[in-house]
């Protein structure tokens, strides 16, 4: 079912339950309201028929002194010794009659709440549906710019390479490598942005350990210290992965000398910490790395804790289970 259609249905049904509620209590308080309105008129008929015994009656009221049984007059009150009775059908046909209107109004109000509702979603689901399209266009315009402009430029850095040896030719390359992995992260995730991916059980080790031998061809200087076990969460692999990603790329990339990577859990969380040494040749970075690990965290019900110390760097990541 399209998503306009579901929203229009779910958006009636809950103004319908709405007035339905509305419309009892309305009904009861106009019910008794007849019932204290015809209760007044009896009386004030009464006083009327006290004084002017010929005074006529509207039609759906009697009185007579003693008691009589009509099966088309109901006893509504007795006052002193005169009993007061009202036609059967009056007290219903008055409230059929707000009924029909009132249900009428209801109909014209819901339809038109509906109609009112319907376009509305569907023009933002058109401006929505523009700006996506927009974005896919400008996101691959610049994937395709991008992936050229790496792939010329490893191909330089491979040239430089077969004439000269520098440590710093080498950093350049490491950074060109780190960068190519999460280009093709990143253009991944964009790639299937929208589209319906289910949460399903992932093994964290399993997730950790393929990224790792990514870093570890990059930066095998790096001394990798793991204390993984098989644990197991529920969410989207996409999302789950980039998080991943983003917090090894940033303990690898603003590590000194080793990073520790350890995994626990218990009945209702999974803990994943990464703790790293500080290298003091790394300037200070705006964080958006893990700006972006919190937002995806919450899309799959994780916190994310961070400690600096004089030495070393702790990232603790806490997933529902």
Same mark, same amino acid.
Not at 49 to 66: A, D, S, V
Not at 182 to 187: E, G, L, M, Q, T
């Given at each position: 079912m399209?998503f306009?259609l579901?929203?229009?249905?779910?958006f009636?049904v809950?103004?319908?339950?709405?007035?339905v509620?509305?419309?009892?209590v309305s009904?009861?308080y106009?019910?008794e309201?007849?019932?204290?309105s015809l209760?007044?008129e009896?009386?004030?008929y009464?006083?009327l028929k006290?004084k002017?015994?010929l005074?006529?009656l509207?039609?759906?009221?009697?009185m007579y002194k003693?008691l009589?049984?009509?099966?088309?007059?109901?006893?509504l009150?007795k006052?002193e010794d005169?009993?007061v009775y009202?036609?059967r059908d009056?007290?219903?046909?008055?409230?059929?009659?707000?009924f029909?209107?009132?249900?009428?109004?209801?109909v014209?109000i819901i339809f038109?709440?509906?109609?009112?509702f319907?376009?509305?979603?569907?023009?933002?689901?058109k401006?929505?549906?523009e700006i996506?399209?927009?974005?896919?266009?400008f996101?691959?315009?610049?994937s395709h710019?991008?992936?050229?402009?790496?792939?010329i430029n490893?191909?330089n850095?491979?040239?430089?390479?077969?004439?000269?040896?520098f440590?710093e030719?080498?950093?350049?390359?490491?950074?060109y /490598? %780190? $960068? &190519?992995?999460d #280009?093709?992260?990143?253009s @991944? +995730?964009?790639?299937n942005?929208g589209?319906?991916? =289910?949460k399903?059980?992932?093994?964290?080790r399993?997730l950790?350990?393929r990224?790792?031998?990514e870093f570890?061809?990059?930066?095998p200087?790096?001394?990798?210290i793991?204390?993984?076990?098989?644990t197991?969460?529920?969410?989207e692999e996409d999302?789950l992965s980039?998080?991943?990603? /983003? %917090? $090894? &790329?940033?303990? #690898?990339?603003?590590?000194? @000398? +080793?990073?520790?990577?350890?995994?626990?859990?218990? =009945?209702?969380?999974?803990?994943?910490?990464?703790?790293n040494?500080?290298?003091t040749?790394?300037k200070?970075?705006?964080?958006?790395?893990?700006e972006?690990?919190?937002?995806?965290?919450?899309?799959?019900?994780?916190?994310?804790?961070k400690?600096?110390r004089?030495d070393t760097?702790?990232?603790?990541v806490?997933?529902?289970?």
């Amino acid at each position: 079912m399209r998503f306009d259609l579901k929203a229009s249905i779910t958006f009636t049904v809950i103004v319908v339950i709405g007035f339905v509620v509305l419309n009892s209590v309305s009904f009861l308080y106009y019910k008794e309201g007849i019932k204290i309105s015809l209760l007044k008129e009896a009386k004030a008929y009464y006083e009327l028929k006290k004084k002017e015994p010929l005074f006529p009656l509207p039609y759906y009221l009697k009185m007579y002194k003693e008691l009589i049984l009509q099966d088309d007059f109901v006893p509504l009150i007795k006052i002193e010794d005169t009993n007061v009775y009202v036609k059967r059908d009056y007290i219903e046909r008055k409230f059929n009659n707000f009924f029909i209107n009132i249900f009428l109004w209801d109909v014209v109000i819901i339809f038109t709440l509906y109609i009112f509702f319907y376009f509305t979603i569907l023009r933002y689901i058109k401006k929505e549906t523009e700006i996506k399209s927009i974005l896919e266009i400008f996101t691959l315009s610049i994937s395709h710019k991008l992936g050229n402009f790496l792939s010329i430029n490893k191909m330089n850095i491979e040239l430089l390479k077969s004439k000269c040896k520098f440590r710093e030719l080498e950093r350049i390359e490491q950074s060109y /490598n %780190l $960068l &190519e992995k999460d #280009f093709i992260n990143v253009s @991944s +995730f964009l790639r299937n942005i929208g589209k319906t991916d =289910k949460k399903r059980v992932l093994n964290l080790r399993t997730l950790i350990e393929r990224h790792l031998n990514e870093f570890q061809s990059i930066f095998p200087e790096k001394r990798i210290i793991l204390s993984l076990r098989d644990t197991y969460v529920k969410a989207e692999e996409d999302k789950l992965s980039l998080i991943i990603f /983003n %917090l $090894l &790329e940033n303990a #690898f990339k603003y590590s000194d @000398s +080793f990073i520790h990577i350890k995994t626990c859990q218990n =009945k209702r969380k999974v803990t994943l910490s990464i703790r790293n040494d500080i290298s003091t040749n790394i300037k200070r970075t705006t964080g958006i790395g893990l700006e972006i690990v919190t937002k995806l965290l919450k899309d799959i019900g994780g916190v994310l804790w961070k400690k600096a110390r004089k030495d070393t760097y702790t990232v603790v990541v806490l997933i529902n289970r």
